[in-house]
T-cell receptor, first 117, second 117 residues
Framework: GDSVTQMEGPVTLSEEAFLTINCTYTATGYPSLFWYVQYPGEGLQLLLKATKADDKGSNKGFEATYRKETTSFHLEKGSVQVSDSAVYFCALRRLYAGGTSYGKLTFGQGTILTVHP | EAGVAQSPRYKIIEKRQSVAFWCNPISGHATLYWYQQILGQGPKLLIQFQNNGVVDDSQLPKDRFSAERLKGVDSTLKIQPAKLEDSAVYLC???????????????FGPGTRLTVL
């Protein structure tokens, strides 16, 4: 079945450091890929997405590129801020058989990011 | 645009009691999802509705969990009787569905945190 594997956490960085959170996936067919973020005390929010190979999703200084050859969708940011402290989830979604509906999101286990001043 | 609404935000019950959660999706969204998020894990789909029909309930423990979406809008998720392992955050999400294409985005509510004692 479909699965998403994220790098082990938690990740602790100093402000302005470079961030990479690794994400690899296993899926049949051709999924769309997503990064969601969950800030403390808040719900899940879409951070960025990519729907086909070599697409780059970007938002709020974060980027991730859909790499079909390595089945990866790593999240990067050049200079993190304290306000980026949150839990980050990588996820995939594909069409159900028969094309009648887009299916569920399959999530990774999440990576806790803490950024210190 | 109003987001996905859920209530209650918190619920504490004893094992073997029953509980119900309510979700109001974003207006016009055909697809509604219920996810269970256990502490330290990514969300996992319990049930997906397309309008008022069930698309996927393969991971729903049907001996104790039930869900309905009357008139293709609001939805309720019920647990009866609850077990200790049901302690989790229950997330409701909605999306346009097929009308959104490959970039169809699921928008999440704030969740209901359930504690079973």
């Amino acid at each position: 079945g479909d699965s998403v594997t994220q790098m082990e956490g938690p990740v602790t960085l100093s402000e302005e450091a470079f961030l990479t959170i690794n994400c690899t996936y296993t899926a049949t067919g051709y999924p769309s890929l997503f990064w969601y973020v969950q800030y403390p005390g808040e719900g899940l929010q879409l951070l960025l997405k990519a729907t086909k190979a070599d697409d780059k999703g970007s938002n709020k200084g974060f980027e991730a590129t859909y790499r079909k050859e390595t089945t990866s969708f790593h999240l990067e940011k050049g200079s993190v801020q304290v306000s980026d402290s949150a839990v980050y989830f990588c996820a995939l979604r594909r069409l159900y058989a028969g094309g009648t509906s887009y299916g569920k999101l399959t999530f990774g286990q999440g990576t806790i990011l803490t950024v210190h001043p | 645009e109003a987001g996905v609404a859920q209530s209650p935000r918190y619920k504490i019950i004893e094992k073997r009691q029953s509980v119900a959660f309510w979700c109001n999706p974003i207006s016009g969204h055909a697809t509604l999802y219920w996810y269970q998020q256990i502490l330290g894990q990514g969300p996992k789909l319990l049930i997906q509705f397309q309008n008022n029909g069930v698309v996927d309930d393969s991971q729903l423990p049907k001996d104790r969990f039930s869900a309905e979406r009357l008139k293709g809008v609001d939805s309720t998720l019920k647990i009866q009787p609850a077990k200790l392992e049901d302690s989790a955050v229950y997330l409701c999400a909605s999306s346009l569905g097929l009308a959104g294409g490959r970039a169809d985005t699921q928008y999440f509510g704030p969740g209901t945190r359930l504690t079973v004692l």
